[in-house]
């Protein structure tokens, strides 16, 4: 996420909002100008201008802040403050101190305001969110191209070049042996031209790995380096490996095998992951579902990571490009415009609207950590919380999302980690072409605070 931000959280129910401003070194000392169309304050002799009139307006009455908690700072003498008098706006309607929460971090860097709202114009909002569906998942072979499957660790080649019908399994978080050995009905035992495929699993007949796999109890192990590469399903009736623990070889354009191996399948985003688990999982209440995903790691470590998500969607606006870049970024367009009236100049921000979800969630990726919170995780096998098997890169890139956004949530909900079991955050339904080329920005860019 760009230095100097703005992120509003929106409550629809209660008819409040967050505003979260996270600002540059330049730009803390700042008064903030709240009317019921809009936020305004001035940067580096620009005017902002937030204009929200479009989805809701700002009660600017005498309202009490729900919640209660923090707030209180407003019109301070010192940092950035809020305005309680007239604004500059073409609203008359000032802002009335007791229905605005007003807060700055002790470092400067971030302002949050707590607003409450006349109205909402819902068709307005939907118009400019952002909808994100559950795309498909995307493997990299076709019926039409031949593929060898090695050992995703030693490399070694477990069966050779051939064609293979893919089949995507109906619900591809389901336990695999629900559906190959559904219990008093006939077994589907997969012919050798097929692979099933589900969200990090394949399942084949088992024929085709005689001889280059070792089989322990139900597991099944590479012959050359023994990484375990699956299960064996009913009487032998398929093989399920993880996708994770394999890689496919191909041939070149002029037919001869590439010396480059591949996964089978291409990235699935965080939100992507996210979306299919929830679609797939049972709420364990109106409010809450509870999901328990594992991976093990290339080197062998068994990791979990235990969450639980709000049923609610949240709803996020966003502001499209930092505001340091659309004021001084010479190789960035600004999609904002700044208008020129009487010497005086004036930006009005852009935003984008996003849904998302909120999720508390705890991570175990030591043995010391899986034996600590051992109680814990039986607790959660005794609710009967059904444990997916997801890959390590899935398990990399959820995480990383989690903790990128924990503190953005902090700011934004003024959390504190102390109080809470496990750790909190959002993530943010974005469309993949959005999430690709934000990563591409990070990583030419560096580090980010979020
Ligand atoms: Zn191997």
């Given amino acids: 996420m760009p230095l100097d931000h703005i992120v509003i959280s929106m409550m629809r129910s209660n008819k409040w909002i967050n505003v979260l401003m996270l600002n540059s070194g330049e730009s803390r000392n700042k008064v903030i100008n709240v009317s019921a169309n809009g936020i305004r304050w001035i940067e580096r002799n620009c005017e902002q201008r937030l204009l929200l009139s479009e989805y809701f307006l700002i009660n600017t009455e005498g309202v009490n802040s729900p919640g209660g908690g923090t707030g209180g700072e407003a019109g301070g003498s010192s940092g950035s403050s809020v305005n309680p008098g007239n604004t500059a706006s073409s609203e008359n309607d000032s802002c009335n101190v007791s229905n605005v929460r007003y807060l ?43 593929i060898a499957l090695h050992c995703g660790h030693c490399a070694t080649e477990l069966v050779p070049m051939r064609r293979y019908g893919p089949v995507a399994i109906p619900v591809c978080t389901m336990e695999a042996a629900s559906y190959f050995c559904p219990k008093n009905k006939t077994p589907l035992i997969p012919s050798e031209n097929e692979i099933f495929y589900g969200l990090n699993h394949i399942v084949i007949n088992p024929r085709l790995f005689e001889g280059c796999v070792t ?107 930092a505001l340091t870049s659309d004021l001084h970024g010479p190789q960035q367009q600004p999609r904002a415009l700044i208008y020129h009236v009487e010497g005086h100049s004036i930006q009005d921000i852009e935003l984008n609207g996003y849904k998302g979800c909120r999720i508390n969630y705890q991570t175990f990726f030591s043995d010391e950590e899986l034996k600590a919170n051992h109680d814990l995780i039986s607790l959660w096998q005794e609710m009967g919380t059904p444990m997916l098997r997801i890959s390590h890169k899935m398990m990399v890139e959820l995480v990383s999302d989690l903790n990128m956004n924990e503190r953005l949530v902090m700011n934004l909900e003024k959390l504190s980690p102390a109080d809470m079991d496990g750790r909190t955050s959002y993530l943010i339904y974005e469309l993949d072409s959005e999430i690709f080329e934000k990563k591409q920005l990070q990583n030419m860019s560096g580090s980010r605070r979020f």
């Fill in 215 to 321: 089989q322990n109890r139900m597991h099944v192990h590479c012959n050359s380096c023994l990484q375990q590469l699956g299960d064996i399903l009913g009487d032998g009736v398929a093989l399920q490996l993880w996708a994770d623990t394999l890689c496919i070889g191909r041939l070149n354009a002029d037919g001869t095998p590439s010396q480059y191996l591949m996964e089978l399948f291409r990235p699935v985003t965080s939100v992507q992951l996210m979306l299919r688990l929830l679609h797939d999982a049972v709420p364990i209440s109106f409010e809450q579902t509870r999901l328990f995903l594992k991976t093990v790691r290339p080197d062998g470590q068994l990791l979990y990571l235990l969450l639980l998500i709000d049923t609610h969607q949240i709803h996020l606006l966003r502001s499209k490009l």
């Fill in 104 to 146: 700055r971090s002790p470092e400067g860097d971030a302002t949050l305001l707590g607003l409450s709202l006349q109205c909402v114009d819902d068709e307005a909002l939907n118009n400019n969110t952002v909808e994100v569906g559950i795309n498909p998942l995307q493997l990299r072979f076709d019926e039409n191209t031949p």
